[in-house]
């Protein structure tokens, strides 16, 4: 397919140029300036020469790209494999892969013209034509006549070698230098070209142009990837009329959840991811996508994760139609469902019924409800939390093996894994020596007095206040994880020898302090780290005779790791 | 609360009509119809159950003998350890009691995302020498306290807690309100854990508020001890009268000690950063100004 935007009236000729071979060169021209003969690739001198009154405007390519890849969004709701044709250094076009979606649509000519038609509303003139390869289209749907292509072509599978015949060698996507050293030998047509013996071809113009000619041709594959991964099952709906209200939402909502369940409960799946998007008459595509923590196709469950966020949806003038995917799919054994009606109580749990909508009887299907019944509720609940928190903020805590504190464990999102169940036999949590029960989550640099080389600090200020330690426990050294590629900028000192001290200050706080790396044979017996100005009350004289002082040094941190102040401390966390 | 009126009338006449009665046990008789009738409005099925504290002293204190269950609690707390701390200890005996009743020991904790303020975050290896299991934690971590209660609510909607915590800096009276209900309908105890500094002079509905501060450990500590000591005030409940101790959790249960209300050192607003990460916004205002945050409860002590 091939689009312009005709946004202005379409009587006055009007061209995009772009700087191109040291001038400016008509890149894109509308109907009208074709029509007066202006064709790209021409410079715009000429251009103007051949009709004065062109109007003229840049062109911006990022923000084509932009409208092109916003235009596959849209068109998804034809076929999710919709790409962008990455042809040239430019997106010229849109592929779609139309396999198995056509009938939906009435046949592969009620879409193209249904395709056509919604993009001449959106004020997009396209060229489209389907048939058997990516290549074949392409051709056609650029050097179709003009009237057959606005219509849509589509062509036979069995018919493609002989309406490409026709059509110049251009339209195999090679380069126009390529191309017109093609002409000048006489091979004008894309079936004089298929005459020619192969070797021939190759030893004079390349692979490129024979791999272009099967992929045309069909001989070789040539696979379109999508934009967005294809989900694993979808569900569409169109409206005869614009759908802006919230019932109707919530409806079409409902409507597209019990297909896809019924299609899910058929091929044994449940789902983990969907996707919900509504196609906006002006062409925008919104979506809600859901997560659940484990296999589901539960309809009341979905549709509430699914309504609490219905109403934010901003349908403008209304959405057309509306497609519901399950991105995520994971096995989910028919045997293990029980049918439970809505509204009635656990009392009757093997109600022996079907899924029946219709009936005006809502049945939903749950996963299986015997000791797992706490662990269902609970999954349930970590979707609703996780869709409104984000997947990452439910966690829940893993034990890991080190003794690095703040690796000591993990917390992993509840929707990422199967369930919350914990099937398998966790790692033994800690049970050392005394944990704190609130760590931080950088370790904060203190400033400490403390004498040497393995005892606690005397005193300590933290956050601008000086605690006196009355009682204190330890040390407790943490080694160093030598096998783990530092951080990078975390430097030397994570690599650090930690000796941990529980100290108690005297309002009773437990804190949990470290020091991290040692003491140099060459330090001296007390070290002071504090700045003595700011802090009159730190009471000096109380140190023993025999220990020497070291002069002030500055507060921050960083420059505790020099050799001269010795190591540096910090406050880990806090004891209960 | 909409009391249904004409059912009022027959309960009423049954229990005063019966002769011979003492004052206390008219007393007691009017209570459990007011509760009756209170419940009413719940049909649960449920009936209030209460946790011993392990400390008689502490659980004479509390109306039904014990923390109830199906309640709302507020922890205001003085510095993020303690609070931290005794939540832990108050959900080791949650743990203890659904254990031995066979009930499920899972918890919900809501707490701020990591890092989101100067505070600590909770560490579940400390969870630990609580004696707890943190398998059966579930974190739920919001950006804004709205949607860390909300993540409450939604908790207490779900049978299957022992327990839901929410770590929270602010609360008001409507909230509050909102979580006791979700709390009496699912029978779970519901905590609210905060800043001290924050919890000042606020009505709420909690059915108990404690405020709980660090206090100098016994001497001498063992090595490797797991005691922990606080100084417990529980400055309101329904239905019953302010006390203070001090206490000491051991083993798994607290041992408490009367302790005069003149002890309460005043709530330390002087830096205030660390008052669960509370931005100092405190720290450099004059006496007076300071007094007015600072008064939490009765027996406000000036320290100069």
Redesign the interface.
């Known amino acids: 397919m091939d689009l312009a935007k005709d946004s202005v009236s379409p009587a006055e000729p009007f061209v995009i140029v772009t700087a191109l071979q040291g001038g400016l060169r008509v890149a894109a021209a509308d109907a009208a300036a074709e029509a007066a003969g202006v064709v790209p690739g021409m410079a715009l001198a000429d251009a103007r020469a051949l009709y004065p009154g062109l109007r003229v405007a840049a062109e911006d390519s990022l923000a084509d790209q932009q409208a092109l890849a916003k235009l596959a969004a849209w068109c998804s709701r034809y076929s999710p494999w919709a790409s962008l044709d990455r042809y040239g250094e430019r997106a010229l076009g849109l592929f779609l892969d139309i396999t198995g979606c056509a009938h939906l649509f009435g046949g592969e000519e009620a879409l193209l013209a249904d395709l056509i038609r919604r993009l001449a509303v959106l004020g997009v003139t396209a060229r489209a034509a389907a048939a058997a390869t990516p290549g074949a289209a392409w051709a056609l749907a650029r050097f179709a006549s003009t009237p057959a292509a606005a219509r849509g072509t589509v062509v036979a599978s069995e018919a493609t070698i002989t309406v490409l015949a026709d059509l110049p060698v251009l339209a195999l996507r090679i380069e126009p230098e390529t191309a017109a050293s093609l002409d000048r030998v006489g091979l004008k047509t894309i079936g004089a070209l298929a005459q020619v013996p192969r070797a021939t071809l190759t030893a004079r113009y390349g692979a490129k142009l024979l791999d272009r000619l099967d992929a045309a041709f069909g001989l070789v594959d040539e696979p379109i990837s999508p934009l967005a991964p294809a989900p694993a099952l979808r569900a569409s709906l169109i409206f005869a009329e614009p759908v802006a209200h919230g019932d109707d939402i919530e409806r079409s909502a409902d409507r597209l959840l019990a297909i896809l369940i019924q299609d899910l409960a058929g091929t044994g799946l449940g789902a983990r991811r969907m996707t919900l998007a509504f196609y906006r008459t002006d062409g925008e595509v919104v979506s809600i996508a859901i997560g659940t923590s484990r296999p589901t196709r539960d309809l009341k469950h979905l549709r509430r994760l699914f309504a609490e966020r219905l109403d934010k949806l901003d349908l403008g003038f209304g959405a057309d139609a509306a497609v519901l995917a399950a991105t995520v799919v994971e096995k989910l054994p028919p045997e293990q469902i029980r049918m439970r009606a809505v509204g009635e109580s656990r009392r009757r749990p093997d109600a022996q019924s079907l899924l029946t909508i219709e009936s005006g009887i809502l049945f939903t299907a749950s996963s299986s409800r015997g000791t797992g019944d706490?662990d269902a509720?609970?999954a349930?609940?970590?979707d609703?939390?996780g869709n409104?928190?984000g997947i990452t903020?439910?966690?829940?805590?893993m034990?890991v093996a080190s003794h690095l504190?703040e690796r000591?464990?993990a917390?992993h999102a509840?929707l990422r894994l199967a369930s919350?169940g914990?099937e398998t036999a966790?790692a033994p949590?800690?049970?050392g020596?005394?944990?704190?029960?609130?760590?931080?989550?950088?370790p904060e640099p203190i400033v400490v007095m403390a004498p040497t080389p393995d005892h606690p600090p005397v005193l300590f200020r933290?956050?601008?206040?000086v605690h006196r330690v009355?009682?204190s426990?330890g040390p407790e050294r943490v080694g160093v994880e030598w096998w783990r590629v530092a951080s990078p900028g975390a430097g030397a000192a994570s690599f650090a020898t930690r000796d941990y001290f529980r100290v108690?200050d005297?309002?009773?706080?437990?804190?949990w302090l470290y020091r991290s790396g040692l003491y140099r044979a060459s330090a001296a017996p007390v070290m002071v780290t504090e700045d003595r100005d700011a802090d009159p009350e730190v009471p000096h004289r109380d140190h023993r005779t025999h220990l020497t002082l070291l002069p002030a040094v500055a507060a921050a941190a960083s420059r505790f790791a020099t050799p001269e102040s010795g190591p540096a401390w910090f406050l880990h966390?806090?004891?209960? | 609360m909409r009391m249904p009126s004409e059912g009022i009338a027959p309960a009423a006449a049954s229990s005063f009509g019966r002769g011979g009665e003492t004052a206390g046990d008219h007393l007691a008789a009017m209570r459990a119809e007011v509760a009756r009738i209170e419940c009413q409005n719940f049909s649960t099925g449920l009936t209030e159950r209460f946790v011993s504290l392990g400390e008689p002293a502490i659980d004479v204190a509390l109306p039904g003998r014990g923390l109830a269950l199906g309640a709302l609690h507020e922890i205001a707390a003085a510095d993020t350890g303690a609070g931290m701390g005794f939540m832990a200890a108050l959900l080791a005996r949650l743990d203890f009691e659904a254990g031995t009743r066979g009930a499920s020991r899972r918890m919900l904790w809501a707490m701020p995302l990591a890092g989101l303020y100067e505070a600590g975050n909770l560490y579940t290896p400390g969870l630990v020498d609580f004696g707890l299991d943190p398998n059966q934690f579930l974190f739920a971590r919001g950006r804004r306290d709205i949607d860390i209660l909300w993540a409450m609510e939604e908790g207490l909607r779900v049978p299957g807690f022992a327990a839901v915590v929410a770590e929270v800096r602010t609360l008001n009276l409507n909230q509050s309100q909102r979580l006791a209900l979700a709390a009496r309908r699912s029978g779970v105890a519901a905590f609210i854990l905060r800043p001290a500094v924050t919890a000042a002079f606020e009505p709420s509905a909690a059915l108990t508020r404690w405020w709980v501060h660090s206090t100098p450990s016994a001497r001498p500590l063992r090595a490797g001890s797991r005691e922990a000591a606080w100084n417990l005030d529980l400055v309101r409940v329904r239905g019953g009268a302010s006390r203070c101790w001090r206490v000491v959790w051991q083993a798994g249960r607290f041992t408490a000690h009367d302790r005069a209300r003149v002890d309460q050192p005043r709530i330390e607003t002087g830096n205030g950063t660390d008052h669960f990460g509370l931005a100092p916004i405190l720290g450099d205002r004059s006496l007076e100004e300071r007094s007015s945050v600072d008064g939490f409860g009765q027996g406000l002590s000036l320290a100069g």
């Open positions: 706490v509720d609970l349930a609940l970590a609703r939390l409104r928190l903020n439910v966690v829940y805590p034990p504190p000591a464990v917390l509840v919350i914990g966790p949590w800690h049970r020596l005394p944990r704190p029960v609130c760590l931080f989550l950088k933290w956050r601008k206040r009355t009682w426990e108690e005297e309002t009773g706080r437990r804190f966390g806090l004891f209960a």
